[in-house]
């Protein structure tokens, strides 16, 4: 009976192919789930193919994620016998140390050790093999084999990868997605610039994902709606306008493609034509394209290189700014599809760090012009804290309340009017000016009319608008920032 359910188990994990599809398997590659062939010993083989199966049946992870995994777990079965371990008793904790000390010795084929998450990754599958194989499969393995929770390698901070806005900004320029020829690369690319859409997920949407949000009948509001194979939860992102009008022709597209073949409504909103069949676009194609427009854009980072534009840089550049204009993290992480709040947290510290560098480096001013001195220690941390506080919380159009957040303010209206509390920076320069000509106009009007209350009203916000705008004109960023 034993061997029967175990027939099943592998059956089911190399054969069924509706269960592939069903947890996002992008082809049906035969060899898929062969890689435990190679392993001699018959009772290490079984908890490796059983393990694996029962991540696939129980839908735990993406199929490319599994995938993963098993490489991981047949890696350690090999070393485990190549270091004569020829029975379950054999899986000790000693033994797990020593997988451990291998995993993080290892190099890549440039001699650089892999990455605290790679490492992790490693010896996380080979814990949960040997727990489940302790529970389903044999009592054999020792108790006490097993990974404490400080010792798995500690994963690596990311570094930043989102794109700097002017690269970012070139690219979304409309002549700048002209260059891609093929209109559902250019879809594809809009998708996945401008909603941080994963490539794969991109490339599997299903061909109704839009959602028309659009319930008065006088809004042009939409979502873009699909199924996240990593996390499993249902994304819905809301979309500009021109992504949805782009989504749609590409609707048309896969309609005209499908009638073609001879199909009712398609699957997939990106069926690859190629292939003369419903399979989904390639992500790998995708990269290829975006390789092609960098070069074709001739896109280079402050060092003079070829800037390599990448999905998961859309992705990042995509959470940062949501980030950077104040949308709630937790937002963010739904936007995203992270299961794990964590996860989002990332791009949130190095989205903290860029923009206290950028505050540091800038140039803050009172009402009167004057300069206001950067605090150092603890008092900078309290003056950053102060400065994030005051933008999510009382955002004035021309800079910033400086007023503790939980007093309210007790002159409506007169920030500029000799206010303590307002901060401004050269970010507002622009809106300084524009408002500055506003009030030279009223002036000139009151006077004309002789409203000399008005004029009077108007005189003294104008004078320290003024002041103010000299004193930015002095910062080096202007130029750039003003216009
Ligand atoms: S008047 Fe002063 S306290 Fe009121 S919002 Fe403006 S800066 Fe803040």
Redesign the pocket.
């Known amino acids: 009976m034993y061997l029967t359910e175990f027939q099943s188990w592998i059956e089911l994990a190399e054969g069924n192919f509706s269960v592939k599809r069903r947890i996002g398997t992008r082809r049906g590659g035969s060899q898929r789930w062969s890689q435990s062939q190679d392993i001699a010993q018959p009772w290490l083989r079984e908890i490796v193919e059983r393990w694996v199966a029962y991540r696939v049946n129980t839908e735990a992870a993406d199929a490319q994620h599994i995938g993963q995994q098993e490489s991981h777990v047949v890696e350690f079965a090999r070393w485990a016998e190549a270091r004569d371990v020829t029975n379950p008793e054999g899986v000790t904790r000693s033994l797990l140390l020593d997988w451990l000390a291998e995993v993080n010795s290892q190099t890549n084929k440039h001699g650089k050790k892999f990455s605290g998450g790679y490492r992790s990754a490693k010896i996380s599958a080979v814990s949960m093999m040997i727990q489940y194989a302790r529970v389903e499969i044999t009592q054999r393995i020792p108790s006490n084999a097993l990974y404490l929770a400080g010792e798995f390698p500690a994963r690596d901070i990311p570094s930043p990868r989102f794109l700097e806005p002017r690269l970012i900004d070139t690219l979304r320029l409309p002549r700048s997605l002209d260059l891609v020829v093929d209109p559902a690369h250019r879809t594809a690319i809009l998708i996945m610039m401008q909603v941080g859409v994963r490539a794969g997920h991109t490339c599997s949407l299903p061909f109704d994902c839009l959602i028309d949000l659009n319930r008065t009948g006088s809004l042009d509001k939409w979502a873009l709606n699909f199924i996240d194979t990593k996390s499993k939860m249902n994304i819905t992102v809301p979309i500009e306008p021109h992504v949805a009008t782009a989504i749609k022709a590409q609707q048309q597209r896969a309609l005209v493609e499908s009638a073609k073949m001879g199909l009712a409504v398609p699957e997939l909103l990106f069926a690859n034509s190629r292939a003369r069949s419903t399979r989904q676009l390639a992500p790998e194609r995708l990269n290829i394209v975006l390789r092609q427009w960098a070069a074709d854009l001739d896109l280079r980072d402050s060092a003079g290189q070829l800037e390599k534009i990448t999905p998961h840089r859309f992705r990042h550049t995509f959470a940062t700014e949501m980030l950077e204009k104040g949308v709630p993290i937790e937002v963010v992480q739904k936007l995203l599809g992270h299961r794990s709040l964590s996860s989002t947290q990332i791009y949130a510290t190095t989205t903290d760090k860029r923009m206290r560098a950028e505050w540091e480096n800038a140039k803050f001013v009172n009402?009167r012009g004057e300069a206001i001195e950067m605090a150092e220690g603890p008092a900078a941390d309290a003056e950053w804290l102060l400065n994030r506080m005051s933008h999510a919380m009382?955002p004035?159009p021309n800079?910033?309340?400086?007023?503790p957040i939980q007093?309210s303010?007790?002159?409506?209206?007169?920030?500029l009017?000799n206010?303590?509390?307002?901060?401004t920076s050269v970010e507002f320069l622009g809106v300084h000016r524009a408002q500055s000509l506003e009030f030279e106009r009223t002036i000139s009007k009151a006077e004309a009319a002789g409203h000399f209350r008005l004029v009077e009203i108007n005189k003294r916000p104008n004078e320290n608008l003024k002041k103010i705008i000299n004193a930015l004109e002095d910062d080096p960023g202007e130029a750039s920032d003003a216009s």
């Open positions: 009402v009382q004035l800079g910033a309340c400086g007023l007093q303010c007790p002159h409506a209206n007169a920030c009017d206010c303590p509390h307002f901060i």
